[in-house]
């Protein structure tokens, strides 16, 4: 009976010896982390500060201006922008290179009439980002545009920042071709270049894109 007892008593031991060391190695294991998920948050654009900028060229001189925004919001996640959508008022076209306010006027009626952005038919355009990407130190910004009704899909280098405070975009400037956007005017594709001579306007318009978001 004494060794039984002896017995029972080593087993007893040897078991708790074992739920001991069970529960220190439960202790001792290391949590795995849990990966952080960063939601995209949305800015508001500023539209004073959300505009293209334009470059016409004719044969002979050109005129260059503005477009602001009139809405805007770009989506970013972490330090990163992952998309954004903009309505542009093409009403608040603007001629910077023009001094004489008559001229000047005599310009921006042109530019609203059905000869080019017929704006009392088409008022707005709208610029979608659809994909930001990276290449040779720069982000590439690719989107569709979409003037008189018409979309395209359009690509441009552009410096980006992005802060606590918002997001800044500021692009090189970039080509697109007026007349695949239905503003044929005085466009050598649709018009004998021989009789347009120094009316002729080239069909490529230089473009700068800003936006300033918060």
């Not at 093409?90 to 017929?118: R, V, Y």
């Not at 899909?153 to 920042?161: C, E, L, W």
Request: charged fraction near 25%; include cysteine; proline fraction near 3%.
């Amino acid at each position: 009976m004494k060794n039984i007892a002896i017995k029972s008593i080593s087993f007893a031991v040897i078991i708790l010896g074992l739920i001991s060391c069970k529960n220190e190695k439960a202790k001792t294991t290391e949590a795995k982390p849990v990966e952080k998920v960063i939601a995209a948050k949305t800015l508001k654009a500023i539209p004073a500060e959300t505009m293209i900028s334009w470059d016409a060229k004719k044969v002979v001189g050109g005129h260059q201006g503005t477009i602001n925004a009139s809405t805007g919001t770009l989506e970013v996640k972490g330090n990163k922008i992952v998309g954004g959508n903009f309505i542009l008022d093409i009403n608040t076209i603007k001629c910077t290179d023009l001094e004489d306010a008559e001229k000047n006027g005599k310009l921006i009626g042109h530019l609203k009439s059905p000869d080019l952005f017929d704006t009392e038919k088409y008022p707005n355009a709208a610029f979608q980002i659809t994909n930001v990407s990276e290449a040779s130190g720069k982000s590439v910004i690719s989107g569709n545009l979409t003037i008189k009704g018409i979309k395209k899909n359009i690509s441009f280098p552009a410096t980006v920042s992005v802060s606590e405070n918002g997001a800044i975009i500021k692009s090189e400037q970039f080509d697109i071709d007026r007349t695949e956007f239905d503003i044929k005017y005085n466009s050598g594709k649709f018009a004998d270049p021989a009789k347009l001579g120094d009316y002729l306007i080239k069909d490529n318009v230089g473009i700068v894109v800003s936006v300033t978001a918060k």
